[in-house]
């Protein structure tokens, strides 16, 4: 079997599996099982199972992103705009947590502060340079400027949300409340910039 297709059947086996036990319950054994490949196999192109949710990760958001980013019309406001966005944002990092980390991992692993911050960061970058590349905006500068700072501010915000909520229950009504309670204030300190 050629190198890249062995790669595509570990990752498809492991996002199903982590999509339906979580990363934090799924083992190696149990993806190498699911792609019928020996487990040798899977260290052979991954160094860690926490290699293959980044490498997982990384396609998904690269998709996104690019989804984001051609599916942009901007809003009659700049205010209005910036909001939509960074919701998009939002829903794009809780979706990750939700479908392939699971929350419990987030609040039970050691490592998942220092994965989440990576991958924030990497969103970021991928977000910002996208924008970047796009033509036809107004004031490029002062408009990846504020898209930046709200990407950091609501990143953070947000990932907090994983480590202090109780259930996934408290997830959900966390993020409603910043969409609804601190999001207009930090796109408002935005445009102030």
Not at 102 to 107: K, Q
């Amino acid at each position: 079997m050629e190198p890249d297709k062995i790669k595509d059947s570990i990752k498809r086996a492991a996002q199903e599996l982590f999509r339906k036990f979580g990363y934090h319950k799924t083992s190696v054994n149990e993806v190498a099982k699911k792609a019928k490949i020996a487990k040798a196999t899977i260290y052979k192109y991954f160094n860690s199972k926490e290699d293959v949710l980044h490498s997982l990760l990384m396609d998904y958001i690269k998709l996104s992103v690019q989804d984001l980013v051609t599916n942009n019309t901007p809003e009659e406001t700049e205010e209005a705009h910036l909001n939509s966005l960074i919701m998009k944002t939002c829903r794009l990092s809780y979706t990750v947590c939700n479908e392939f980390i699971g929350w419990d991992f987030i609040r039970e692993s050691a490592n998942s502060q220092e994965f989440l911050k990576n991958f924030s960061n990497e969103l970021e970058e991928m977000l910002v340079n996208a924008f970047s590349q796009l033509g036809g905006l107004r004031r490029p500068e002062t408009y990846l400027q504020r898209l930046r700072f709200l990407i950091k501010c609501s990143k953070s915000i947000v990932f907090s949300f994983a480590f202090t909520s109780v259930s996934d229950g408290d997830v959900r009504k966390n993020f409603v409340s910043f969409q609804k309670e601190i999001l207009p204030y930090l796109v408002k300190a935005a445009i102030t910039i």
